[in-house]
């Protein structure tokens, strides 16, 4: 009997692998960017063919776009060149490949990853692609969702499907219920601790127990997005009640008598009882504490309470604490904070821009601490201007933008100083990734938040 | 693509494990349009010092360096973003075979699309050539093997569909566009099923 990956994957092949040639997999969702469209746009134009199902098309602009409102609503020039260049050319070419695209000034517009939950475009048993690794994210819904390149950003353009070797699949059940204080994030870390940053790879991850039934859709696409992290393509949760009630009335979502066969349908997906994985692996989440990485990859990461460990001799242990200006033995918790950033595809969306208001609600952050707090979308936007959110962030001294990936990969300019220490509430801790010389703790919101007020790094539990 | 049939160079490492492809092509540079020039921003941020100057303890960097076709790296190369800019730039610097005990997924299918060889061998083959840097490797893509110049010959994973095109020189997009009739069979098919389901006969 079938794994949920099974059962999506095999209602989408096309045509079967074989010994010789691998699987023809139809996609029925493919989202677009800006960074990496160009060069699929022009590869349909040198062979003179269309997108051919513009309708499963949908583009959006998110990595190298402004933040700051003036930029966005074009009072100033957005400051890099190429950028605005980049940005112009998705404007081109979804107008002449009759692709739609949520623009600079659309209401609907944001992170790539955010907004289709939010239309409703994503969906349980989907097959869904983005020329992005954070594609994963999509699979809260049980979707089969993954990162693609440009070259298959082309193929999926020309024909509507991609060649695919089948992975395998890979259970992560997760028993028990996270303490108050320790999040969705702290267990992706923790999961990715486990299993290491190559655990995953050549594997479908699917997140299974009660403590991943009890999450959130919010909370289920922080785990499902950080998948790529421990190397697999995909993470996927098993549609259910959960999911559906997010779901409905999304302004894409099946409506009316439509709506009750796509649940019936929907269902239908979820893994059978006696599935056969080809690894599996076991957590306790009552166990799990707040977490934070220390050093440059996500694996390099531990309790908030803990010590950096100490491998003396290991070489590329010590350059990562080097280029970090840590030493083993260390504790975490009070180590100086320069920057906070709050947002990505990650931890963009409302219940984590919640956590960090309740966390800032009467607060002040430090002094000399810059706290960037940039919604995951124009949606998360106006939500948490309405939920009151957004003036207890700027009360506390943050400064709140316009949505887009931002400081996560600071490809738009919103960057961290060399040798200056951001805790990020994103994905990536890679040297360099928020800018030349950054060093980047990843976290939750929650401790994002406590530590900015600190100006050190913080256990939230102190502070709820 | 041009077809990849035998690859005959010397090595550079670059010992580091889980170089990931922010490393490899950092983000600022994503900005391009074009598949182009990414060669001379690859490794931007190991290669160059903070005055633009190259920092001669990187390997590339090395005088020896110069011409080398085939990376040796350590463990899970190409974590990371999704960025087809990152084997770009690896074939724009020249090289076209990269060498690991471990390749991230999407890096490895990137690569495999546009010629640059991701090769697997395992530990004790990976540490030779870790140390030692400049070997000249012989790298045969009919019979998925890599020789050192001890003679020592080892067989890496190809998969066969890959490996059909690597040799032949065929973009994967021509056999799938090859296929859309039964892409077009699918959807017509998924289609009955869901206007079978809302208006059952």
Same mark, same amino acid.
């Given at each position: 009997?079938?794994?949920?990956?099974?059962?999506?994957?095999?209602?989408?092949?096309?045509?079967?692998?074989?010994?010789?040639?691998?699987?023809?997999?139809?996609?029925?969702?493919?989202?677009?960017?800006?960074?990496?469209?160009?060069?699929?746009?022009?590869?349909?134009?040198?062979?003179?063919?269309?997108? +051919?199902?513009?309708?499963?098309?949908?583009?959006?602009?998110?990595?190298?776009?402004?933040?700051?409102?003036?930029?966005?609503?074009?009072?100033?020039?957005?400051?890099?060149?190429?950028?605005?260049?980049? *940005?112009?050319?998705?404007?081109?070419?979804?107008?002449?490949?009759?692709?739609?695209?949520?623009?600079?000034?659309?209401? +609907?517009?944001?992170?790539?990853?955010?907004?289709?939950?939010?239309?409703?475009?994503?969906?349980?048993?989907?097959?869904?692609?983005?020329?992005?690794?954070?594609?994963?994210?999509?699979?809260?819904?049980?979707?089969?969702?993954?990162?693609?390149?440009?070259?298959?950003?082309?193929?999926?353009?020309?024909?509507?499907?991609?060649?695919?070797?089948?992975?395998?699949?890979?259970?992560?059940?997760?028993?028990?219920?996270?303490?108050?204080?320790?999040?969705?994030?702290?267990?992706?870390?923790?999961?990715?601790?486990?299993?290491?940053?190559?655990?995953?790879?050549?594997?479908?991850?699917?997140?299974?127990?009660?403590?991943? +039934?009890?999450?959130?859709?919010?909370?289920?696409?922080?785990?499902?997005?950080?998948?790529?992290?421990?190397?697999?393509?995909?993470?996927?949760?098993?549609?259910?009640?959960?999911?559906?009630?997010?779901?409905?009335?999304?302004?894409?979502?099946?409506?009316?008598?439509?709506?009750?066969?796509?649940?019936?349908?929907?269902?239908?997906?979820?893994?059978?009882?006696?599935?056969?994985?080809?690894?599996?692996?076991?957590?306790?989440?009552?166990?799990?504490?707040?977490?934070?990485?220390?050093?440059?990859?996500?694996?390099?990461?531990?309790?908030?309470?803990?010590?950096?460990?100490?491998?003396?001799?290991?070489?590329?242990?010590?350059?990562?604490?080097?280029?970090?200006?840590?030493?083993?033995?260390?504790?975490?918790?009070?180590?100086?904070?320069? *920057?906070?950033?709050?947002?990505?595809?990650?931890?963009?969306?409302?219940?984590?821009?919640?956590?960090?208001?309740?966390?800032?609600?009467?607060?002040?952050?430090?002094?000399?601490?810059?706290?960037?707090?940039?919604?995951?979308?124009?949606? *998360?936007?106006?939500?948490?201007?309405?939920?009151?959110?957004?003036?207890?962030?700027?009360?506390?001294?943050?400064?709140? +933008?316009?949505?887009?990936?931002?400081?996560?990969?600071?490809?738009?300019?919103?960057?961290?100083?060399?040798?200056?220490?951001?805790?990020?509430?994103?994905?990536?801790?890679?040297?360099?990734?928020?800018?030349?010389?950054?060093?980047?703790?990843?976290?939750?919101?929650?401790?994002?938040?406590?530590?900015?007020?600190?100006?050190?790094?913080?256990?939230?539990?102190?502070?709820? | 693509?041009?077809?990849?049939?035998?690859?005959?160079?010397?090595?550079?490492?670059?010992?580091?494990?889980?170089?990931?492809?922010?490393?490899?092509?950092?983000?600022?540079? %994503?900005?391009?349009?074009?598949?182009?020039?990414?060669?001379?921003?690859?490794?931007?941020?190991?290669?160059?010092?903070?005055?633009?100057?190259?920092?001669?303890?990187?390997?590339?960097?090395?005088?020896?360096?110069?011409?080398?076709?085939?990376?040796?790296?350590?463990?899970?190369?190409?974590?990371?973003?999704?960025?087809?800019?990152?084997?770009?730039? %690896?074939?724009?610097?020249?090289?076209? /075979?990269?060498?690991?005990?471990? @390749?991230?997924?999407?890096?490895?299918?990137?690569?495999?699309?546009?010629?640059?060889?991701?090769?697997?061998?395992?530990?004790?083959?990976?540490?030779?050539?870790?140390?030692?840097?400049?070997? %000249?490797?012989?790298?045969?893509?009919?019979?998925?093997?890599?020789?050192?110049?001890?003679?020592?010959?080892?067989?890496?994973? %190809?998969?066969?569909? /890959?490996?059909?095109?690597?040799?032949?020189?065929?973009?994967?997009?021509?056999?799938?566009?090859?296929?859309?009739?039964? @892409?077009?069979?699918?959807? /017509?098919?998924?289609?009955?099923?869901?206007?079978?389901?809302?208006?059952?006969?």
């Amino acid at each position: 009997m079938g794994t949920l990956f099974d059962k999506v994957w095999s209602a989408h092949e096309v045509v079967a692998e074989t010994a010789d040639t691998p699987a023809v997999l139809y996609i029925d969702l493919h989202l677009i960017h800006e960074v990496t469209s160009p060069q699929a746009f022009s590869l349909l134009k040198s062979l003179g063919l269309p997108v +051919r199902r513009p309708d499963r098309t949908l583009a959006t602009m998110d990595h190298s776009i402004p933040t700051s409102t003036d930029q966005v609503f074009g009072k100033v020039p957005i400051k890099v060149d190429a950028a605005a260049r980049q *940005v112009q050319k998705l404007e081109q070419n979804a107008a002449e490949f009759g692709v739609e695209l949520f623009g600079m000034r659309d209401a +609907r517009r944001g992170i790539v990853h955010v907004i289709s939950p939010e239309l409703g475009t994503t969906q349980p048993g989907m097959t869904i692609v983005c020329g992005d690794s954070h594609t994963s994210t999509h699979g809260a819904f049980g979707a089969l969702a993954f990162g693609i390149g440009t070259t298959e950003v082309g193929h999926v353009f020309a024909t509507q499907a991609l060649l695919q070797r089948k992975p395998k699949s890979f259970a992560v059940n997760v028993e028990g219920r996270l303490h108050p204080g320790v999040t969705a994030k702290d267990l992706i870390l923790a999961i990715i601790d486990r299993i290491g940053v190559s655990g995953g790879t050549g594997h479908v991850l699917e997140y299974r127990g009660s403590a991943v +039934r009890a999450l959130s859709m919010d909370e289920r696409m922080t785990v499902c997005n950080m998948s790529i992290e421990a190397g697999a393509r995909a993470g996927m949760v098993a549609p259910d009640d959960t999911t559906f009630a997010y779901l409905e009335g999304k302004p894409r979502a099946p409506q009316g008598a439509q709506w009750d066969e796509a649940v019936a349908r929907w269902r239908s997906f979820a893994g059978d009882p006696d599935a056969i994985f080809d690894t599996a692996v076991d957590l306790d989440a009552s166990l799990l504490e707040p977490m934070i990485t220390y050093g440059t990859n996500p694996g390099m990461v531990l309790p908030i309470g803990g010590a950096i460990p100490d491998r003396k001799g290991d070489e590329a242990f010590d350059k990562a604490l080097e280029y970090m200006g840590f030493h083993g033995g260390e504790a975490m918790l009070g180590k100086p904070v320069n *920057v906070v950033f709050i947002g990505s595809c990650t931890n963009g969306r409302l219940e984590d821009l919640a956590k960090a208001a309740q966390i800032l609600e009467g607060r002040k952050v430090a002094p000399g601490v810059r706290l960037l707090i940039v919604p995951g979308s124009q949606e *998360v936007k106006r939500a948490a201007e309405a939920a009151g959110y957004a003036d207890t962030f700027k009360a506390a001294g943050a400064d709140w +933008r316009e949505s887009g990936c931002s400081m996560c990969l600071g490809m738009n300019g919103d960057t961290v100083a060399a040798g200056e220490y951001s805790v990020s509430t994103s994905n990536r801790n890679f040297e360099g990734r928020q800018g030349v010389g950054a060093r980047t703790l990843l976290a939750s919101p929650y401790t994002a938040a406590a530590s900015a007020v600190r100006g050190l790094i913080t256990d939230p539990r102190e502070m709820l | 693509m041009q077809p990849v049939t035998r690859i005959h160079s010397k090595t550079v490492a670059i010992p580091s494990s889980n170089i990931d492809t922010d490393q490899i092509i950092p983000a600022r540079f %994503l900005t391009t349009t074009t598949k182009t020039g990414l060669g001379s921003q690859l490794f931007a941020d190991w290669r160059y010092r903070a005055d633009g100057s190259p920092d001669p303890e990187f390997a590339l960097n090395n005088a020896e360096a110069r011409g080398a076709q085939v990376l040796v790296a350590g463990r899970n190369f190409g974590c990371g973003s999704s960025r087809e800019h990152a084997p770009w730039a %690896l074939l724009d610097f020249g090289f076209r /075979a990269v060498i690991s005990t471990e @390749i991230a997924d999407i890096f490895r299918g990137n690569s495999l699309k546009n010629g640059l060889l991701p090769i697997v061998v395992d530990e004790a083959v990976s540490q030779w050539l870790l140390d030692h840097p400049g070997a %000249l490797v012989d790298i045969d893509v009919a019979s998925t093997r890599l020789t050192l110049p001890t003679g020592v010959s080892v067989a890496f994973p %190809l998969e066969a569909f /890959a490996r059909h095109c690597l040799l032949n020189g065929i973009d994967e997009l021509g056999y799938l566009r090859s296929r859309v009739g039964d @892409i077009e069979r699918y959807e /017509a098919a998924a289609a009955r099923q869901l206007s079978g389901r809302r208006e059952p006969a």
